[in-house]
């Protein structure tokens, strides 16, 4: 009987697609977000909201995924930027060759920011690598303030936190120092944004932030 | 909740191994799962019985090691097990810790007996 070291990564397929995806988004110069959630937390109002509001001097693209039909993308396309919804069929996840093949499907090719809507599910994106640049949390009020504890893969690794339906709040008992709290405890280096898709509160800030990271990408490229 | 797939790609490397090996049969396979990684060692398992039930890979052992969250100082080079999300250099304090294992998910080793 013999031992063989192998150490070879589960989702080594994944990874080396995603390291392709990531040298093609970086020759476009863009910016791509992976947005996380549990089902119905609002990405996909968060996406009507962000598109609604986006600045008129860059250009965005989504990619919506879900396990069966195309309303998220029905939802998204009104805004007048180019989107493809990825259907997984069952898959609890987006993995990084969905994304490839979403973008060929996509057929636009100029965009500064590519968001990427995940599957409402908070366990298992956070294992898999899109090629994006940050992955974006969505917590939404009536979750509950200790979700943080409860999915901690997915918030050690995400660098955003948005609190969605803050205007909910006052009615579900949701402590949202607590939940801050819990999401630095979890990922001192989080950053948190708090926001109503409902009521437009917090887009601006929202905006904003996409904003600085498209101008923080384009200086660090200029250097 | 895709611990079936999981189970389906080690199973592919396995018989990858396999055909490289064809003087020597594959007896346990030894997996290690960080605690971040986001899965359950029971549902990996169970899916890997069913999908080696009655195939040529069958009797094949797996063993799993929990590995637990791993955090480095960049300070004083310290290492240390994260608990209860304490990420903060027990050391010097340095709260600028970064994360070395415990999100892995790997097939780490391969028992192979000649046969």
């Known amino acids: 009987?013999?031992?063989?070291?192998?150490?070879?990564?589960?989702?080594?397929?994944?990874?080396?697609?995603?390291?392709e995806l990531r040298e093609r988004f970086a020759r476009k110069n863009a910016l791509v977000l992976n947005f996380i959630s549990s089902p119905g937390a609002g990405k996909t109002a968060l996406l009507e909201?962000?598109?609604?509001?986006?600045?008129?001097?860059?250009?965005?693209?989504?990619?919506?995924?879900?396990?069966?039909?195309?309303?998220?993308?029905e939802r998204i396309a009104p805004y007048g930027f180019p989107v493809k919804q990825i259907t997984t069929g069952g898959a609890c996840h987006l993995d990084a060759r969905m994304v490839e093949r979403g973008l060929d499907e996509l057929g636009a090719d100029e965009y500064d920011v590519l968001f990427i809507e995940n599957i409402g599910n908070l366990v298992c994106p956070s294992s898999f690598d899109l090629g994006e640049e940050a992955k974006i949390v969505l917590l939404s009020v009536t979750e509950g303030d200790d979700k943080p504890f409860k999915y901690p893969s997915t918030f050690v690794r995400a660098d955003l936190l948005i609190i969605n339906k803050i205007d909910l709040a006052p009615y579900v008992d949701f402590d949202m120092m607590k939940a801050r709290k819990a999401a630095r405890k979890v990922n001192p280096n989080i950053e948190i944004l708090e926001l109503s898709c409902k009521t437009g509160d917090g887009i601006k800030e929202w905006v904003h932030w996409i904003q600085k990271k498209v101008h923080l990408k384009r200086k660090a490229i200029a250097s | 909740m895709h611990e079936l797939s999981l189970a389906t790609s080690i199973i592919e490397t396995i018989r990858g191994e396999s055909r490289k090996r064809p003087e020597s049969?594959?007896?346990?396979?030894?997996?290690?799962?960080?605690?971040?990684?986001?899965?359950?060692?029971?549902?990996?398992?169970?899916?890997?019985?069913?999908?080696?039930?009655?195939?040529?890979?069958?009797?094949?052992?797996?063993?799993?090691?929990?590995?637990?969250?791993?955090?480095?100082?960049?300070?004083?080079?310290?290492?240390?097990?994260?608990?209860?999300?304490?990420?903060?250099?027990?050391?010097?304090?340095?709260?600028r810790t970064t994360l070395i294992s415990g999100d892995e998910l790997e097939i780490a080793w391969l028992e192979v007996e000649e046969s």
């Open chain 1, 1 to 19: 009987m013999s031992r063989i070291d192998l150490r070879e990564k589960v989702l080594n397929e994944n990874d080396r697609i995603a390291g």
């Open chain 1, 49 to 73: 909201q962000t598109l609604r509001w986006f600045p008129k001097k860059l250009k965005a693209a989504t990619l919506t995924g879900d396990i069966e039909t195309e309303n998220d993308a």
């Open chain 2, 25 to 95: 049969r594959i007896v346990k396979v030894g997996l290690r799962i960080g605690e971040l990684a986001g899965i359950d060692p029971n549902a990996l398992e169970f899916s890997f019985d069913i999908l080696i039930k009655d195939t040529d890979l069958a009797p094949l052992e797996v063993e799993m090691e929990r590995m637990p969250r791993r955090h480095l100082c960049p300070t004083c080079s310290r290492e240390f097990i994260v608990d209860d999300y304490e990420t903060d250099c027990p050391d010097c304090g340095d709260p």
